[in-house]
C-alpha cells in the first residue's frame, strides 16, 4: 500500500465535517473534482470505500468512521510536531503530557501547572493534562505514553522514578440529616453500618477503602457506585448515601451543595501524592522543569501560609 499524504487526510476530514464535496472544496481551495480524484485513490489503495454518497449529501461508511479518527489524531500529532520544533526559534523548549488521578486534579495539581505557565519563560510551553485511575497512569508513563504522572504514593511505582508532591486528608461526605453529621471527627469504622457512595472499583481509593474494611473484618455496603467526584456529591447532596473524599476538595463543595465534611481519624486517611516520571534525565527540559516546579510547591504554598 503506498503511504497515506497527510493532505489527502485534510481533505478527507473537510469532506466529512461538511458532508459535502463542493462545500469542502471551497475551504479548501481545491477544485471538488480534485478531492474526488484524491480519496479515489485512497479507496483504492485502501481496497475498502470510504463514503457513500445519500440525498443529502456524503456520508463515511463504517471504514470511512475509523479512518476519520486516525486522521483526525495525525494531523493533531503532525500539527504538534510543526509548532513544537518551530517553537525553538521562540525558545520554547516543548509540550508535556501529564497523566493525573481525579484528586490530584480536584485539588491543587491545576493551580500549580497554571502557576509554572505564567512564569515568563515559560510563556510558550504547551502542557496537556489527561485524567487516569492510578493503575492505568502508571502504566502509561511506564510505556512511555507521557511524560509525568501524578498520583497517590501508595500507587505500584516500581521501575518509576518519582516524587514527593503534596498531600491531602480523606474525610466523610455527609448530608446535614444523616445521623453521623453530628460528628466532627469519627473513624472509618463508625460509618460502615451506612450506605456509601463510591468510585468505580478499578480506582485507588475504592480498594484501599475495601482493605481497610477488611482489616476491621467488613465490608463497605455501596448504594451507588459513579465516575466521578462531582456525582459522588452530588448523590450525597441528595442524601443518598455518604461518602469518604477528600476533604480539601470536599470543602468546596460543601459551599456549594447541602452537606457537611468530616474529618476521619484513621492514619491511613492523611494521603500522600508523588510526581512520578520514567527516566527524569531522558525528559525533554520542559518536562524537567514542571518536575522542578511541582516538586516545590508544596514548600511554596507552606510559605504563602505563613507570611
Excluded at 473537510?14 to 480519496?39: G, L, Q, Y
Excluded at 496537556?128 to 504514593?153: F, N
Excluded at 466532627?184 to 468505580?200: A, I, R, W
Aim: proline letters at 4%; glycine letters at 4%; one cysteine or more.
Amino acid at each position: 500500500m503506498r503511504d497515506i499524504d497527510l493532505k489527502t487526510l485534510r481533505l478527507f476530514v473537510a469532506v466529512c465535517d461538511h458532508r459535502n464535496m463542493a462545500r469542502a472544496a471551497e475551504e479548501m481551495h481545491i477544485e471538488p473534482s480534485a478531492i474526488s480524484k484524491r480519496i479515489a485513490q485512497l479507496e483504492s489503495d485502501l481496497a475498502v470505500p470510504l463514503l457513500v454518497r445519500t440525498r443529502r449529501g456524503v456520508q463515511p461508511t463504517p471504514a470511512g468512521i475509523v479512518l476519520l479518527e486516525h486522521a483526525r489524531n495525525a494531523l493533531f500529532t503532525m500539527e504538534r510536531i510543526a509548532n513544537d520544533v518551530a517553537g525553538f526559534k521562540r525558545g520554547l523548549v516543548g509540550s508535556v503530557t501529564v497523566c493525573a488521578s481525579a484528586s490530584a486534579i480536584a485539588e491543587t495539581l491545576l493551580d500549580d501547572i497554571a502557576s509554572f505557565l505564567r512564569q515568563p519563560e515559560h510563556e510558550n510551553v504547551k502542557v496537556s493534562v489527561d485524567e487516569q485511575i492510578s493503575l492505568e497512569l502508571v502504566r502509561r508513563v511506564r510505556d512511555g505514553e507521557t511524560s509525568i504522572g501524578v498520583c497517590w504514593d501508595n500507587a505500584d511505582l516500581q521501575g518509576l522514578m518519582h516524587r514527593p508532591y503534596r498531600h491531602d486528608h480523606l474525610a466523610l461526605a455527609v448530608h446535614p440529616g444523616h445521623p453521623l453529621a453530628r460528628h466532627t471527627s469519627l473513624s472509618f469504622e463508625q460509618t460502615l453500618d451506612y450506605e456509601h457512595v463510591g468510585l468505580p472499583p478499578s480506582t485507588a481509593v475504592h480498594t484501599m477503602l475495601r482493605r481497610a474494611a477488611a482489616a476491621l473484618g467488613r465490608n463497605v455496603s455501596y448504594r451507588m457506585i459513579v465516575s466521578t467526584l462531582d456525582a459522588t456529591f452530588r448523590v450525597v447532596a441528595a442524601n443518598l448515601g455518604i461518602s469518604v473524599v477528600p476533604a480539601e476538595v470536599g470543602r468546596t463543595y460543601a459551599r456549594l451543595f447541602d452537606m457537611k465534611i468530616v474529618a476521619l481519624t484513621d492514619s491511613w486517611a492523611e494521603r500522600r501524592f508523588a510526581v512520578c516520571f520514567k527516566d527524569y534525565e531522558a525528559l525533554q527540559p520542559a518536562a524537567r522543569r514542571l518536575v522542578e516546579h511541582l516538586t516545590m510547591c508544596p514548600a511554596a504554598r507552606r510559605r504563602e501560609n505563613e507570611s
